[in-house]
């Protein structure tokens, strides 16, 4: 069965960086779109940022660009999520996911499969 594992996540104070990892599975990932979203305590998930299958093409929410930064390596089957300059306000838990489409990858239900989810907290 497909499986999606995101690590490295934690706490950490603003202004730092962390980076997360989430491996796949189970699929033939180099087909699929992986995205990264986050869901904060009483919020509604919403979408981070996506990379493309094929020519890796990028797509990031406002108010994640310049500071984080998504990337995939086919061959580990693993996406990346560098996140730069954290503010409080990343708090939250960031989930990968994965679609065998490309258009639409700001929307979460155009995603097949979601990881379990890790915990990011940033300190003030």
């Known amino acids: 069965q497909v499986q999606l594992v995101e690590s490295g996540g934690g706490l950490v104070q603003a202004g730092r960086s962390l980076r997360l990892s989430c491996v796949a599975s189970?699929?033939?990932?180099?087909?699929?779109?992986m995205g990264w979203f986050r869901q904060a305590p009483g919020k509604e998930r919403e979408f981070v940022t996506a990379?493309?299958?094929?020519?890796?093409?990028?797509y990031y929410t406002d108010s994640v660009k310049g500071r984080f930064t998504i990337s995939r390596d086919n061959d580990k089957k693993t996406v990346y999520l560098e996140m730069n300059s954290l503010k409080p306000e990343d708090t939250a838990v960031y989930y990968c996911?994965?679609?065998?489409?490309?258009?639409?990858?700001?929307?979460?239900?155009?995603?097949?499969?979601w990881g379990q989810g890790t915990q990011v907290t940033v300190s003030s």
């Open positions: 996911a994965a679609a065998a489409t490309a258009w639409r990858l700001t929307d979460k239900k155009y995603y097949a499969y």
């Open positions: 990379i493309t299958s094929g020519t890796s093409s990028t």
């Open positions: 189970g699929l033939t990932f180099s087909n699929y779109a």
